[in-house]
Nanobody, 118 residues
Framework: VQLQASGGGLVQPGGTLRLSCATSGTIFKIGDMRWHRQAPGKQRELVAGITTGGRTNYADFVKGRFTISRDNAKNTVYLQLNSLKPEDTAVYYC?????????????WGQGTQVTVSS
C-alpha cells in the first residue's frame, strides 16, 4: 500500500493550493483519512480529517481556510488551502486507515512541501 501526496509548492500569502493524496496497492477498505503537517523545529500536528461518510474535523488554526474532501471511487483525499499564511509553511503529510486484507493499519504518505512567502 502506498500513499502519494502532491500539489505542494511556493505561494504568496493569501494564495491557494490544492493538495492531493492518492492511494494504491492492495486495498480492501479505506477508513478515515487525514492531513497532518510538520514545520521546521516543530512537532507534527493534525490539520484535518474526514471519515468514509464525509464527516470532517479541522484544527482551529485552519478552520474557515482549509477544506478536506475525498473521492472514494479514486481512493484519494484532497486538501484545499485558501488564504495561506507564512505560518502555514510546512511539509504536509496524508495518512489513512486501510484494511489490506489482514489488518487495519495507518499508512502515511511521503509528504509535500508547502511554502508561503512573499
Amino acid at each position: 500500500v502506498q500513499l502519494q501526496a502532491s500539489g505542494g509548492g511556493l505561494v504568496q500569502p493569501g494564495g491557494t493550493l490544492r493538495l492531493s493524496c492518492a492511494t494504491s496497492g492492495t486495498i480492501f477498505k479505506i477508513g478515515d483519512m487525514r492531513w497532518h503537517r510538520q514545520a521546521p523545529g516543530k512537532q507534527r500536528e493534525l490539520v484535518a480529517g474526514i471519515t468514509t461518510g464525509g464527516r470532517t474535523n479541522y484544527a482551529d488554526f485552519v478552520k474557515g481556510r482549509f477544506t478536506i474532501s475525498r473521492d472514494n471511487a479514486k481512493n484519494t483525499v484532497y486538501l484545499q488551502l485558501n488564504s495561506l499564511k507564512p505560518e502555514d509553511t510546512a511539509v504536509y503529510y496524508c495518512n489513512a486507515d486501510i484494511w489490506d486484507g489482514y489488518r487495519w493499519y495507518i499508512y502515511w504518505g511521503q509528504g509535500t512541501q508547502v511554502t508561503v512567502s512573499s
